[in-house]
Every structure is written in C-alpha cells, then in structure tokens.
C-alpha cells in the first residue's frame, strides 16, 4: 500500500507515517516545507491539484495537517483524523466521496465504545479525559481553543448548546472526573444511526486545567489561558460511555493521545484500502474494538 500522509511532521502525522512505515507500507510525507518528499501547500490555490497529481502514485491519503477541507475527499480515499463535527458532518454529504470519518482514539475508539452501549431512544454520555501534560501539536491547541465561545453542533437536544458549560461527573476506567460538554463528534457520527442520543464531555489529567476551561467556556475573552495554561497533569487518556438508563458503560484508556491516535489512523488507511472504500464511512464501519485495542496496544 502506497500512503500520502498530510502533516507527516505534526504530532499525529508522524506517528501516522512511522506506522505505517514500520509495517512495510510505502509512505510520502506531504507538506509545505520545501524538504518534504510531496510539496503541497494548501493555502496555495494550487494546492489541490498538487494534491490530486500526488495521489495517483497512491491508494490512500491521511489528513493529519489540521486542514478542515472536504474537497481534499476529492483528491482520492481519505483518512480524516478531525475532531471538527461540522466538518465531518459535511464530508458525508457527498455520497461520491471514499473518506473514513473520525479515525483516531476520540473520534474513533470512543465511537466503538458509544456503538456497545447505545440503544434506539436512550441517551448516552461520552466521556473523554486527555492528557494535559502531553505536548500537542498547534492544531490540537488551537482546535480546543476553537470550542471557546463556540456551541456544540448539531446537538441532540435540537437547542443551542454552548462548549464547556455544562458539566456532568463520570466514572471512568482509574477516576472519577467532572467533565464539560464539548463539541466532539460521536453525536453526529453515531447518533443518527443509533438512534440513540449521544452528549460528549472533555476533560483534562489535571483538574486545574479543566477547571480553566471551565472558566472561558463562560467568559470567552479569557480564551488565551488556555494557549498559556501550563502542562500540567500527566499524558494518560480514558474514554467511558455510558447508557444512562441502562446504566451499561464501556470504558478505555491507555497513555499517549497523540500516539493512539497516530496508530488507529494508521489502522483505517490500511483497512479503507482493504476493503474498497468508495463512499463515506465512519471508524467504526471498518475496524472491530479488539482490533483497536490491539493496535493501541502494539503501537500506541
């Protein structure tokens, strides 16, 4: 398998490109420097069709660079690692494009997590803790700025739902944590075809951090302490999904986002191409959560 990797030097995108590498995969790291192996800049008017000239040496692309673009579906099979649901809501409307949607650990190994428990009419908490002693890359930053002052997408309550001010305590797989709503897409990715109604919530190792979110979702303007927030806490991650009638929850976790996401990413470019992806699909349409455990496991 041949794989052009966007954002093959970000925090994701490399640990995208190493793995698929270390399992005898041919891959192309593409970006804007003048030393990478595909140049494409895509602020560059050009830039899609460098793009689409690139990609028919290649059977797959993974977006790892941040760039939320659904013409890049265009370009050929996509691996899409965003978090964006509104993005991701908007590449499945073109039922010509082969992307995989929410391929990472949230999305992704969280939407296998909401698939177990969910049921048609229940309502379904998504619990994600990351680490905020993990150094991210500038898009991840910036992506969790982005929910500040912002509302949740398409919510299932069909009102508007401001980022970061609700709150709900979850129990997952080491702690119990206070989370805060957030804008993460397995409602969108999942809900409708559970039926189920899908609410996601964010936190942080360190509960100072969570509670500086907690702050900006309610005054915006203080928006900056999140750039200038310490990295405090350590890099572990748990995910927990929860049925709140059936009171069913499945649970994950592990350490490293980056590199989790990084492998299950990796894990989707090869079953995309395997199994012919021509239309949209969603993580878990292509891979089992055994296989994502093990993945994580060997290489996250």
């Keep these: 398998m041949r794989a052009l990797v966007l954002g093959a030097r970000g925090a994701v995108g490399r640990v995208v490109a190493d793995e698929l590498a270390r399992r005898g995969h041919e891959v192309t790291s593409a970006g804007r420097r003048a030393d990478d192996e595909a140049r494409i800049d895509l602020g560059d008017p050009a830039g899609l069709d460098a793009l689409r000239t690139a990609m028919r040496s290649h059977d797959v692309l993974v977006n790892a660079s941040g760039v939320e673009d659904v013409a890049l579906a265009s370009a050929g099979p996509l691996v899409e690692i965003s978090a964006t649901s509104s993005y991701l809501d908007a590449l499945a409307r073109g039922r010509e494009r082969a992307v ?16 177990k428990v969910a049921a048609p009419g229940d309502d379904v908490d998504l619990g994600i803790m990351l680490g905020s002693g993990e150094r991210h890359g500038g898009a991840a930053v910036a992506w969790t700025a982005g929910l500040i002052g912002a509302d949740v997408h398409a919510p299932p309550e069909s009102v508007r739902v ?8 979850l129990q997952g797989p080491h702690a119990r944590r206070r989370h805060l709503r957030a804008d993460f897409p397995d409602h ?3 809900g409708p075809a559970t039926g189920a109604r899908v609410r996601n919530y964010l936190a942080l ?6 509670a500086v979110l907690g702050v900006t979702g309610r005054i915006p303007a203080l928006r900056g302490l999140v750039v200038r927030t310490p990295h405090l806490g350590s890099d572990d991650w748990e995910l927990v999904a929860r049925n709140r009638r059936t009171s069913q929850t499945a649970t994950a976790s592990g350490r490293g986002q980056s590199q989790a996401t990084g492998a299950l990413a990796a894990l989707a470019a090869e079953r995309a191409v395997a199994a012919g992806v021509r239309e949209p699909v969603i993580f878990s349409d292509i891979v089992s959560e055994s296989a994502a455990r093990e993945r994580i496991a060997d290489g996250g």
């Design 100 to 115: 995989v949607r929410g391929a990472g650990l949230a999305p992704g190994l969280s939407t296998l997590l909401v698939a």
């Design 162 to 169: 401001p980022n970061l001010r609700e709150s709900r305590v």
């Design 188 to 190: 969108v990715l999942l």
């Design 205 to 210: 190792t360190s509960r100072v951090a969570t």
